[in-house]
């Protein structure tokens, strides 16, 4: 069975940072290209990052709203991919998701909330 | 950016009756292999979306027949046939051909 549990949200001040982990199992992750999905308090999805697998040379990409401030990694002795997130802004207040296979498969989701 | 835009429903459905809803795309989502990259998901309350087709006409392992995708280039329809209490949610279409990848604002679906 495939599962994704992401871990790591919580209530963070603006300009902070925080890391996202998405433990996964039940399917060959090296080969996974794995993506981050927001959803805001609005019910808005918004695509935040993904990242290819090794024979891709583990090609990244973001939206142009975390650009520069979000990074994606992953490890694949871990079956684990994260979002580490850097300055972070009341907008980027949202429940995350991490996604497999364009969107088959997604977690729970972990809630993120950026409040001073 | 490729923008999404999708219609509203008029609400509510009668359960068994079809409802169908668009999305429109600001450019096209047909790649070279003839591929056309837009997915359909569906979000019941509470719960994390749910892919239904992509490939715009390709349903995803388990989904019902009932659910249907077609359209060309850039205008989607994703049509519900007879619709039932558990088809009640908020469904978000998504273009997967070029980076950033976007999705619509959503369509709700109410049931009566």
């Known amino acids: 069975e495939v599962q994704l549990v992401e871990t790591g949200g919580g209530l963070v001040q603006p300009g902070k940072s925080l890391k996202l982990t998405c433990a996964t199992s039940?399917?060959?992750?090296?080969?996974?290209?794995m993506d981050w999905v927001r959803q805001s308090p609005e019910k808005q999805l918004e695509w935040v990052a993904q990242?290819?697998?090794?024979?891709?040379?583990?090609?990244?990409y973001y939206a142009e709203s975390v650009k520069g401030r979000f990074t994606i990694s992953r490890d694949d002795s871990k079956s684990s991919v994260y979002l580490q997130m850097n300055s972070l802004k009341e907008e980027d207040t949202a429940i995350y998701y991490c996604?497999?296979?364009?969107?088959?498969?997604w977690g729970q989701g972990v809630m993120v909330t950026v409040s001073s | 950016d490729i923008v999404m835009t999708q219609g509203v429903l008029p609400n509510p459905v009668p359960s068994g009756e079809s409802a169908s809803i668009t999305c429109r795309s600001s450019?096209?989502?047909?790649?070279?292999?003839?591929?056309?990259?837009l997915n359909w998901f569906l979000q019941r309350p509470g719960q994390s979306p749910q892919l239904l087709t992509y490939?715009?006409?390709t349903r995803a392992s388990g989904v019902s027949d009932r659910f249907s995708g077609s359209g060309s280039g850039t205008y989607f329809t994703l049509k519900i046939s007879r619709v039932r209490a558990e088809d009640a949610g908020v469904y978000y279409c998504?273009?997967?051909?070029?980076?950033?990848?976007?999705f619509g604002s959503g369509t709700k679906l109410e049931i009566k």
């Open positions: 990242i290819k697998d090794k024979s891709n040379n583990y090609a990244t």
């Open positions: 996604t497999w296979e364009a969107g088959d498969y």
């Open positions: 490939w715009m006409s």
């Open positions: 450019k096209s989502l047909v790649y070279k292999d003839g591929k056309t990259y």
């Open positions: 039940g399917f060959t992750f090296s080969n996974a290209w």
């Open positions: 998504q273009q997967v051909r070029e980076y950033p990848l976007t």
